[in-house]
């Protein structure tokens, strides 16, 4: 992951997942899910919606990703873990490391992380952990049928977290209606056009790049380099 290159790389699992992961018999390293077998040390960005306080102290986070919420544990015999969950914001983005820990309760199982590293993180570090753990998540739900909801909710985390497009600043119909608000007579000097274009938000090199683009469409020509005209 690389706004978090220097967090230790492990295996990566939405909560929604997460919250299904059940023990293995004799094998205390891995847990599975009913989409792989893991190994229990996770990487995990999340948002925190709330703390759990014991006493005077902050036992555990609940944190929650766009596919759903899980707990974290913090692990007492780490110092300082206590006073970092502390100083933690409430919403924020925070990164955790630690183990997946999973119990069985008749037939249902549960999960939550036992943390020993936990560490606010920006807004692109959470963004960047959702695509690539959206990416691994997608091709191991290729190997089985009725995975629809799962990945619905995938969809949804990785619309969330791709950065917004850059919307046009105007339309090709506005800059057109422009050209033709610039006329003088039956066309409209090109320096015109541009410092209207300007005016209107667009860069120097953006308006240069909009005309050049309708005239390769056919939307509009120069009949004279300075000139612009409206086919």
Request: hydrophobic letters at 40%.
């Amino acid at each position: 992951m690389t706004p978090s290159a220097p967090f230790t790389p492990a295996s990566q699992l939405f909560a929604w997942e997460m919250a299904r992961a059940s023990p293995i018999h004799g094998d205390s390293r891995r847990c599975r899910t009913p989409y792989g077998i893991f190994s229990k040390e996770t990487a995990y960005i999340g948002t925190v919606i709330e703390t759990v306080s014991s006493g005077e102290k902050i036992v555990a986070l609940r944190m929650s990703d766009p596919t759903g919420i899980c707990t974290v544990h913090l692990d007492p015999r780490v110092n300082g873990l206590y006073e970092k969950a502390e100083a933690l914001d409430v919403p924020s983005f925070v990164y955790v490391f630690g183990t997946i820990q999973t119990r069985s309760q008749g037939a249902a199982s549960e999960a939550a992380i036992s943390a020993v590293v936990i560490s606010p993180v920006s807004r692109d570090a959470r963004n960047s952990w959702i695509l690539e753990t959206a990416q691994e998540t997608a091709e191991r739900l290729l190997r089985f049928e009725e995975t629809e909801e799962f990945r619905s909710l995938i969809q949804n985390a990785v619309s969330a977290a791709k950065p917004a497009e850059k919307k046009q600043a105007m339309t090709d119909e506005e800059v057109l209606s422009l050209i033709e608000s610039c006329y003088e007579g039956k066309s409209a000097p090109k320096e015109k056009v541009l410092n209207a274009l300007q005016e209107r938000g667009l860069t120097k090199q953006q308006a240069a790049e909009i005309i050049s683009r309708l005239m390769e469409e056919g939307e509009c020509y120069a009949p004279k380099p300075d000139i612009i005209k409206l086919a």
